[in-house]
């Protein structure tokens, strides 16, 4: 039932999986273990992988850095399995292991405490429920080391002795599921109770589990499952724009940036949620785009890279669509509407201003490089001032932003939806606009009106 991947040196393949499709780590439910030293987590990891993923031993804080894999965890599909530090870890390099840990945070949709059974919950195991819950993350608190307890072997996976995350016995107000997998009413999801962050109050389950002896594994694996699905969104990226038949031109430029033998995500994503649509999916360059233009006739829609936004919009009659796929990304994995409202920014930006522009891959640089290159003259142009610019790449993203006037983000399309919102959250909680590229280049070309017109409402 479940399948794991591994990395074949030519690309990921699953293990068991028959032929399940592959997905970029943006597209993967992240699944993150989290819990003090020494409780299992590293072994519990590998026993739901199938394989030796992270390094596990006796020795407590043998995990240093956030161990991260790839597999398939069905019915649910592809995910991201996330082994991190224990939250416990001491001295100044243990508070660089808890910073990284908690950083996991940010992009987790479901998180699992690991737990020893049998003992008192301890306030470092508390400390993760509250973050669990300000952040609005389901979670399953699996009560490892289950071997150890009398009769626990016999309980097939059942919360037994186990104490409660708040110190309480669960069982007087627990609900009891066919797999034996006891759900806590006071935490489980109500739509209407939402936490201090905004978010809806987290779901909350607790099993008996041993990663030695793989008691209850799979159970937790179901329970992962369930909880994942709840986190999954139902938001596409631009088939429920399109009809059946619609023709629609995407404009890929192949210069010195493009990457040798492929396309970009973005640009592979949008192609296959045309193609899903049912609609019909035209690929040119930049100067291929008013000839194919005139022979198609009937086109309903035009996406371009933003990088040459521009340059289509002169091509694309004002009757026909135009966006790009940038502001798709944009739409897909974040909020547009607070992004279009931080591109009014870049107009008031000063010599005195400092502008992080931040992208979520970490591509090598080339001289016509997008985000240090192209970005920074284009806003340089457009404000008429020379404003500071600062950069980051991949996971990298400060979470204090007071010395910047606007962030200036790309697409996105490597982070996972919970990380371009804890992104966005950073900067509207510290005051700062944020914008990202394809609307920030539509906004100094003039045309962003015209990129918004085929999403219509915002929201």
């Known amino acids: 039932m479940f399948a794991a991947k591994v990395d074949t040196g030519f690309g990921v393949a699953s293990v068991g999986g028959g032929g399940l499709s592959l997905a970029p780590s943006g597209e993967r439910v992240h699944i993150g273990f989290f819990g003090v030293r020494n409780a299992g987590k590293s072994s519990l990891v590998n026993a739901v992988c199938g394989q030796k993923v992270a390094l596990a031993s006796d020795v407590a804080g043998t995990t240093t850095d956030p161990v991260r894999k790839a597999m398939e965890l069905l019915p649910l599909g592809p995910v991201e399995i996330i082994d991190t530090p224990g939250i416990d870890d001491v001295g100044n390099l243990g508070q660089q292991r808890i910073s990284r840990a908690c950083d996991v945070l940010r992009s987790c949709d479901v998180a699992v405490l690991v737990s020893v059974a049998g003992r008192a919950p301890l306030a470092a195991e508390r400390e993760l429920v509250d973050l669990f819950e300000q952040r609005g993350i389901p979670y399953v608190v699996a009560r490892n080391k ?9 309980n097939g996976g059942a919360v037994g002795s186990c104490v409660g995350v708040g110190g309480d016995c669960p069982h007087a107000s627990d609900e009891r599921s066919a797999s034996g997998v006891a759900i806590s009413k006071e935490r489980a999801v109500q739509n209407d109770v939402v936490s201090d962050a905004g978010q809806h109050a987290a779901a909350h389950t607790e099993i008996l589990v041993s990663a030695r002896t793989g008691q209850g594994v799979d159970a937790l694996k179901e329970c992962l499952a369930r909880s994942a699905a709840t986190a999954q969104r139902p938001q596409r990226l631009v088939a429920d724009l399109l009809s059946p038949g619609d023709v629609v031109v995407l404009v890929v430029p192949i210069d010195s940036s493009a990457p040798k033998g492929r396309i970009i995500l973005p640009q592979q994503m949008v192609l296959r949620d045309v193609l899903d649509a049912h609609a019909v999916a035209v690929v ?9 233009m005139a022979s198609l006739g009937d086109v309903r829609l035009v996406i371009t890279d933003s990088q040459v936004f521009g340059q289509v919009a002169r091509i ?49 640089r080339q001289c016509e490089d997008i985000g240090t290159v192209k970005m920074p003259a284009w806003i340089r142009d457009y404000c008429g001032a020379s404003p500071a610019f600062e950069f980051t790449q991949g996971r990298d993203f400060p979470s204090d932003l007071d010395r910047f006037d606007a962030v200036v ?51």
């Open 409 to 459: 983000h790309c697409g996105g399309c490597m982070l996972n939806a919970k990380e371009m919102e804890w992104r966005q959250r950073v900067a509207s909680q510290s005051g700062v606009p944020m914008v990202n590229y394809g609307v920030a280049i539509a906004c100094m070309h003039g045309i962003l009106e015209r990129a918004l017109e085929p999403l219509g409402c915002l929201d």
């Open 316 to 364: 694309v009659p004002e009757s026909v669509l135009l966006t790009s796929f940038s502001i798709l990304m944009a739409r897909y994995k974040g909020n547009l509407r607070a992004l279009v409202q931080g591109a009014q920014a870049l107009a008031s930006l000063t010599d005195e201003s400092c502008v992080l522009i931040s992208e979520g891959c970490t591509h090598h």
């Open 284 to 292: 040119c360059q930049p100067s291929q785009l008013e000839a194919t």
């Open 146 to 154: 289950a071997d150890v307890l009398d009769g626990a072997a016999s």
